[in-house]
């Protein structure tokens, strides 16, 4: 197993090693971390609502009633809030049906690999989530990327390759988890009923910000561990294609069903999410006094529009000296690196949540401004 060691400190000698950090809390606007209260900005919980009061009564209440696990694959063990759930979000998306799996990842795989296979062909913006890229693999399609948002390469691609495919699937994210941007679902809606295909959108981290019910779109994949504060991922659509995935989508038939609290908490974030508006309000509010912050300092922020703010650095070794600096400043920040992103655009992933606070937000601008003069980031005349 020498192969390991040398691949490990190939690893570390290019800043790429990763290790987990340890939380001593819930994860909320702040954080236990280390022994002291951190500020968080590196978490998907856009809301807050993993420690919402009437989530947290849900959950307590449900595992009362049906315990802690599911215990079974739903083909043998499906419980009632499984069946509700599952109808509260296909009329959150305005579907015909929806259909739950253990999570995003699952559901991308699981689909994505269901609905294509040899012979078929998928086109896939180029920075799309890894658990997308894996599907496409699995499924034994074949696959051309297309440059990130850019509808006229998507237009040549398939002008250039109709004719040789009866099934062709075009899958995006709408909200691009390490950029921030959104993808041009309109435009890529008029070339998929132009062209006669099948299109699936990801909407992991677009949940209650953005609305993306589009007449046209096939295939809506979302989460339940981002926004609605839970864990897993669905699949809504129409009835068939519900019924199809249930029987011949293997991550559905072969996995544990979601747990009961997983469940509740699901299903209390998704209604709390509907009524409450000044959630998304305030979200966005938070997302764009960060931005611009960051913006007068000097940092560059990429296409962001969002909760979602890349710090872009480029550096491996300077990302992740940024961040354990952040760390000893109370700031609670994740740097990205190759893999997950392109090389050479190594970043700090920064995420603001809706119960973020100005003056939580204030102090972050103060810490990220310190740090980024002193590491010939920003220039210091942006001090």
């Known amino acids: 197993m020498k192969w390991i060691i040398k691949e490990l400190n190939n690893l570390k000698k290019n800043n790429l090693f990763r290790r987990f950090r340890i939380i001593e809390s819930a994860c909320s606007s702040t954080v236990k971390y280390n022994n002291k209260t951190c500020l968080m900005l590196a978490s998907n919980n856009y809301f ?13 209440k449900t595992v009362a009633k049906y315990g802690s696990g599911n215990v079974a694959s739903r083909l043998i063990v499906n419980l009632d809030l499984h069946n509700k759930l599952e109808k509260e979000l296909a009329h959150y998306k305005q579907c015909e049906s929806a259909i739950v799996y253990s ?18 062909l998928i086109l896939s913006d180029s920075i799309n989530h890894a658990s997308i890229i894996d599907g496409c693999r699995l499924s034994k399609a074949d696959v051309l990327v297309y440059r990130h948002c850019d509808v006229n390469d ?3 691609k398939l002008k250039e390759n109709r004719s040789k495919y ?18 041009p679902l309109n435009q890529i809606i008029e070339l998929k009923k132009k062209f006669n295909l099948i299109l699936m959108v990801d909407d992991a981290h677009a949940t209650g910000i953005i609305d993306t019910n589009f007449e046209g779109i096939d295939i809506h994949m979302g989460t ?10 669905y699949v809504a659509g129409s009835k068939p294609l519900i019924d199809f995935l249930r029987n011949k989508s293997r991550p559905v038939i072969y996995s544990t069903g979601l747990s009961p609290a997983d469940t509740a ?3 209390t974030s998704l209604k709390i999410i509907k009524r409450n508006k000044k959630l998304k309000t305030k979200l966005l509010e938070n997302a764009d006094y960060l931005r611009k912050g960051l913006k007068r300092m000097g940092f560059k922020v990429g296409n962001s529009e969002l909760q979602i703010i890349p710090l872009m650095i480029g550096s491996n070794n300077k990302t ?26 190594a970043r700090l992933r920064v995420v603001v949540i809706a119960t ?18 002193q590491l010939n980031i920003i220039p210091h005349d942006q001090k």
């Not at 999570?103 to 078929?120: E, L, R």
């Not at 760390?327 to 392109?342: A, D, H, M, N, S």
């Open 48 to 60: 807050g609502l993993n420690t919402h009061p009437k989530v947290i009564s849900a959950v307590q």
């Open 320 to 345: 992740m000296k940024f961040q354990r600096l952040l760390e000893k400043e109370g700031i609670f920040v994740t740097g990205i690196r190759p893999p997950t992103v392109p090389v050479r655009t």
């Open 103 to 120: 999570s995003g990842y699952a559901a991308n795989v699981g689909v994505i690999s269901c609905v294509v296979g040899k012979g078929d």
């Open 224 to 233: 339940l561990s981002k926004a609605l504060a839970s864990q897993g991922g």
């Open 154 to 156: 998507l237009s040549n």
């Open 356 to 373: 973020h606070t100005r003056k939580e937000l204030d102090k972050a601008l103060r810490s990220f401004n310190k740090i980024g003069t």
């Open 265 to 267: 908490a699901a299903i």
């Open 166 to 183: 009866k099934k062709i699937l075009i899958v995006t994210d709408s909200v691009f988890s390490m950029d921030g941007d959104i993808a």
